[in-house]
């Protein structure tokens, strides 16, 4: 590289500025071929500028600010020495001016953070020694003040004695002068004869800034003396170091500070150990479920498990820590141990309802629950609309109820009456039961014109297995053939005996379409309920009945529920069934929201995980936890009874030999909990020997597509009650060809089903015996066969018709008349007393006194 001096500019004179830092040159480069290029080069100088603190090196450091006077051991601290300044090396040289101006900056910055950081350091060390100097004047001037005390008591001594000498200056008044300076001289002699005695008794000590003497330990840094570099020495002190490591000398690494706490601690618990008594054994409640471990028995017992193997073993049960022991083996480890056994089972999980009975002063008069029942068609309903004011017959499909309706009325003088309606149909047996089983009084509505009918039988029995009372109401005495005497009389068959006849039972005549008697019948209502002194609990958890459960598509699982005692709010967590919830909303029977209901009040619940079972409790709980838990044990319960095989019988075992019993798969769908209940109890018993319906799956709602692949993997028919399928479930079962078929009354579909299971069965045969020959004679009848000579003995005898050969009362072959003929002549038939010729279809097994026996064969489609 060299440099062209001659492109330089010259100037006059020089130019103001910095020291140029930049040299440009020219640099000729040659290439093979020739080629030559020429390149401009610039050369960049370092300008070396001191550190801040350079220009004040050579002055010594100040010494560090040490007020008290310190121990004549201790060294003066060293001096910190300035570092000499780096030499310029050659790499410097070619830092550019940013890359100096950034190392400059840094090491400034360095030097501000040591420089505060010594400040930091040497402040502290004021603050200690000016407190210990504070110290060490505070014990001077305490000393002080106890010298000065001991001196004026001294002084206060003298003073007594003094004054304890003979007066005699009061006897010689002229020598008063001499005589007072008298004692002022034998006092002057005798003060220095005193001080040798003084001197005698040590003088007191007055304590100077000495280190105190301490037992041989590793010396620790003074921090009173110690220079302002030195406050990591001590705190780096025990630590290991690689100087350390490699260092030649003894020294040994301190112990840390975790390490003199756990040795402390062992030492404390070894003398605690050592100094205490062994502690007594601390009995327990344990609790043992049904069966447990062997281990986790050990757990609750805080005892080891190896212990209560030994102790199994040596009563001759050999288990290992994993067995599972029953309750009474766990029962005597427990005792044997020293504890106390809490027995606890799965059924602990199931709310007692029965045991928790409400104090009497508790108790406030509640409405009476009335359910009606009676026969279908005996204007049931229709008194309650009578009775309401309301027009719910009129919407029901074919005129009969189908589930029950829960409503509350309110009487002309503000009481409240809560009506349960029951369906009259033979098919809700289960509905009219658990209606007689959560009401209070029951109404039994009987037609004048129609008399007991097998309905209104059962309810009676019903009634009866509750053990509540009735009232019997002859509904329908408005029209001409009424006769309430017969259905009076007809009641003594049933042990119902009613007061017009000497009896206890109410009855009244009413007519719901002409409104006659429904005051009369509230009265009777009343007076019921006021005998019975109705009375519950409001003020508490609820608890109540499902009357009708059912899912709504926009609402979800909706639930009927009859309160029975508390009150029900808004955002309770209640369990009913197998289902948990939490209470979203109430509607009343008018369609109106509720905040709350009270006892006998019936409202619709929204906010079920599912669509609990028509009949079951409902319990609110404390919480969401409790309902869970509650509500899965129930699940579990019902899933181990209904996969849990039945007790093999002889019965049972020829059943299920019986391979030619045909099912008859149907999934039902419904709109409501009850209805469904009874189609499908309605269903199994339509069933007999040779056909059984087999329920695929019933359910509440509208009908899906998981319903239709169901019925479709088992070709079975899918019957929707007041329900209908969503448009993708009506394509799907296009589709797949599944037979829908909706229905509003049952007993159109529990007829059509019947039907339905008959056309699978073969038809039914039945035999008649037309017409009985005796064969006389055989002839032969061509090659192969044979004529036989008939006397007819009863009947008549046609050509085509059936017949058995028997020989000695033994059927010998079954065959048909293939010809008759009267002498020549072939006749159509030949009746009794008459002879004739036949000859017979496949057989020649005949001889005379054979005996023929001709039937008809009719088929008849069957019947269920």
């Known amino acids: 590289m060299s440099d062209n001096n001659e492109d330089k500019p010259t100037l006059g004179r020089k130019p103001l500025g910095l020291k140029r830092t930049v040299e440009a040159g020219q640099v000729q480069q040659s290439f093979s071929h020739g080629r030559k290029n020429t390149v401009v080069v610039e050369v960049k100088r370092r300008r070396v500028i001191g550190r801040p603190g350079e220009v004040e090196a050579p002055r010594a450091p100040e010494p560090a600010a040490a007020p008290p006077p310190p121990p004549p051991v201790q060294q003066a601290p060293r001096p910190v020495v300035a570092p000499p300044p780096p030499r310029a090396s050659a790499t410097d040289s070619l830092l550019t001016r940013q890359e100096l101006q950034a190392k400059l900056l840094r090491e400034a910055e360095e030097a501000r953070m040591a420089a505060l950081e010594e400040a930091r350091r040497r402040e502290e060390a004021d603050k200690l020694a000016a407190s210990e100097d504070e110290k060490r004047r505070a014990e001077e001037n305490r000393r002080a003040e106890e010298e000065a005390e001991k001196e004026r008591q001294r002084k206060a001594e003298q003073e007594a004695a003094a004054a304890a000498a003979p007066a005699q200056a009061e006897s010689q008044p002229a020598a008063a002068a001499p005589a007072a300076a008298a004692p002022q001289a034998p006092s002057a002699e005798k003060a220095p004869a005193a001080k040798p005695a003084e001197e005698e008794r040590p003088a007191p000590r007055r304590f100077t800034p000495v280190p105190q003497v301490k037992r041989p330990e590793p010396p620790k840094p003074d921090r009173t003396k110690r220079s302002p570099g030195t406050a990591d020495d001590r705190r780096q002190s025990g630590k290991l170091t690689v100087n350390r490591a490699l260092a030649d000398d003894d020294s040994a690494r301190a112990r840390s500070l975790a390490a003199l706490r756990r040795a402390r601690e062992k030492e404390r618990r070894s003398h605690s150990s050592g100094m205490s008594q062994p502690r007594e054994k601390q009995s327990r409640d344990v609790v043992v479920p049904e069966g447990i471990t062997v281990g986790e028995l050990a757990n609750r017992m805080a005892e080891k498990g190896a212990d209560l193997v030994k102790a199994l073993f040596k009563m001759g049960t050999p288990v290992t820590i994993n067995d599972v022991i029953d309750q009474d083996t766990a029962e005597l480890l427990v005792e044997e141990f020293g504890h106390r056994i809490q027995r606890v089972s799965e059924s602990d999980v199931e709310i007692d309802t029965a045991a928790d009975v409400d104090a009497p002063e508790t108790l406030k008069p509640r409405p009476p629950v009335v359910t009606i029942m009676g026969h279908v068609d005996h204007g049931k309903t229709s008194l309650l609309d009578a009775l309401r004011g309301t027009d719910v017959v009129a919407g029901e499909a074919g005129g009969i109820t189908q589930h029950i309706g829960a409503y509350q009325v309110k009487t002309k003088g503000g009481d409240t009456i809560t009506f349960l309606d029951t369906p009259g149909h033979e098919a809700f047996t289960e509905m009219r039961a658990r209606g007689a089983n959560v009401t209070d009084i029951v109404i039994l509505v009987v037609a004048a014109d129609d008399g007991l009918m097998p309905q209104t039988i059962e309810a009676i029995n019903h009634t009866k297995a509750a053990g509540v009372p009735m009232i019997v109401a002859i509904n329908k005495v408005d ?186 798969p149907v999934v039902i769908k419904g709109d409501v909990q009850g209805t469904v209940e009874a189609i499908v109890g309605s269903l199994t018993r339509a069933s007999t020997d040779e056909i059984k319906v087999r329920v695929l799956h019933s359910g509440v709602g509208a009908i899906t597509e998981s319903d239709v692949t169901l019925a479709a993997a088992s070709r079975a028919p899918l019957i929707g009650f007041n329900v209908r399928p969503n448009a993708k479930a009506r394509a799907l079962a296009e589709r797949d060809k599944v037979s829908l078929r909706y229905y509003d009354v049952i007993y159109d579909l ?24 005796e064969i006389l004679q055989v002839f032969p009848a061509g090659k192969k066969d044979k004529a036989a000579g008939l006397l007819v003995l009863d009947g008549v005898i046609r050509k085509g018709l059936s017949a058995r050969l028997t020989r000695d009362d033994v059927i010998v072959s079954r065959t048909t008349i293939a010809s008759l003929r009267r002498f020549k002549d072939d006749v159509s038939e030949v009746r009794a007393g008459t002879e004739c010729g036949v000859v017979l279809q496949d057989t020649n097994d005949i001889k005379a006194g054979d005996t023929l026996e001709l039937f008809e064969v009719e088929e008849r489609a069957r019947t269920l």
Not at 608 to 630: H, T, Y
Not at 753 to 770: D, F, H, S, W, Y
């Open 479 to 664: 029209k001409p053939e009424a006769n309430p005497q017969r259905i009076r009389e007809r009641l003594l068959e049933h042990e119902i005996v009613v007061e017009d006849m000497g009896g206890e039972t109410q009855d009244v005549e009413v007519s719901a379409l002409k409104k006659i008697g429904l005051d009369d019948l509230i009265d009777k209502i009343l007076l019921q309920a006021e005998l019975l002194d109705l009375k519950a609990n409001p003020d508490r958890a609820a608890e109540g009945t499902v009357v009708e459960a059912q899912l709504d598509k926009g609402r979800g699982a909706v639930a009927t529920i009859l309160v029975g005692r508390g009150t029900l709010r808004v955002g309770d967590i209640f369990v009913v069934g197998e289902q948990s919830g939490k209470v979203r909303a109430m509607v009343n029977d008018k369609g109106q929201q509720v905040k709350e209901a009270g006892p006998s009040t019936p409202v619709e619940v929204l906010g079920l995980s599912g669509v609990p079972m028509a009949g079951d409790q409902l319990s609110v709980v404390e919480n969401e936890a409790r309902a869970r838990e509650v509500a899965s044990y129930r699940a579990e319960l019902a899933t181990r009874k209904r996969t849990t095989s039945a007790p093999t019988s002889f019965e049972h075992m020829f059943s299920a030999l019986n391979t030619t019993q045909i099912e008859y």
């Open 750 to 773: 529990i007829e059509e089903v019947k039907n339905e299971m008959a056309g699978q069965l073969a038809p039914e045969r039945i035999e008649t015996i037309v017409g009985r020959a």
